[in-house]
């Protein structure tokens, strides 16, 4: 970017961004991104299967610590949904394990029969900064309230092959948004879902997540989607972390680039290189 060799990074990594700020010839442009890092469970794994031990892990998260460390605070916290959906994402004051506590994560492990914590496997990737970096915040977070958790930097393919086959303790990674709240919950958290890799099943969950996809009334629909996300937040198979800011830098010698929360890409072929 520096030298005209590239003229559009339509995603910049945050530490990349920090170098990139004030650089001669050079735009960064930031929006709040609709993906989110995440911590996920397989709950047909011991101790997983035990929603105290995935919400005594969501309460010995940190995740303003980690939002310093991982984003250079680029990023804001959140639950099920980004909250760059206004109208739809429940504010995480409304998530009691979102207030990091490790004596209260100690104190519900000892209800859940680990007094003493215990071992168990995350699975990461290394081709993506903010994945891997998160992943030894959260090992070192978590070590903090007896769970130990050994890192494996697998190459990208073979951690897809690993994730699809849901050959995982728990994992690291960063997934994609929608705009509408079904884009984000119903492949994810249905029982069978195509992405639901959890082999996560509860039928209040189910039955929310059809009643939003099939409801039309809008303020009914907010009420089932916020109804979804406080089932979720602690308790559910995922322990979402943050989500960041999504950069793109552009050379000065480009007009028409606009960035999308999504990260689609559709509005290249308005760019014109001056």
Request: charged share 20%; net charge negative; proline share 5%.
């Amino acid at each position: 970017m520096r030298n005209g060799t590239y003229h559009i990074i339509p995603d910049v990594d945050p530490a990349t961004a920090e170098t990139l700020k004030g650089a001669r010839g050079v735009t960064l442009m930031g929006v709040q991104d609709l993906a989110y890092t995440l911590l996920g469970f397989n709950v047909s794994r011991a101790p997983f299967n035990d929603p105290l031990v995935r919400e005594a892990i969501n309460y010995a998260i940190d995740r303003e610590e980690l939002i310093d460390a991982v984003y250079f605070g680029n990023a804001v916290e959140g639950g099920p949904l980004s909250p760059g959906l206004v109208q739809w994402a429940t504010p995480v004051s409304n998530f009691p394990c979102y207030a990091s506590n490790p004596d209260k994560a100690r104190e519900l492990l000892a209800k859940a029969g680990y007094p003493n914590g215990f071992d168990a496997g995350l699975l990461t990737f290394g081709t993506i900064q903010v994945v891997s970096d998160a992943a030894q915040v959260l090992q070192a977070q978590l070590a903090e309230v007896g769970v130990r958790l050994a890192i494996n930097v697998a190459e990208f393919g073979a951690f897809v092959q690993a994730w699809r086959n849901s050959d995982f303790d728990t994992f690291v990674s960063l997934n994609g948004g929608a705009t509408d709240p079904d884009g984000y919950l119903y492949r994810t958290f249905v029982t069978g879902g195509s992405t639901n890799v959890y082999k996560f099943s509860d039928p209040a969950v189910d039955e929310l997540l059809q009643l939003g996809r099939t409801t039309t009334d809008r303020t009914e629909r907010v009420n089932i989607y916020d109804h979804l996300q406080k089932r979720l937040a602690c308790n559910g198979p995922i322990a979402h972390v943050a989500y960041g800011t999504l950069f793109s830098a552009v050379s000065d010698q480009v007009t028409g680039f606009k960035q999308l929360p999504t990260r689609g890409l559709r509005y290249l072929r308005e760019v014109e290189l001056h």
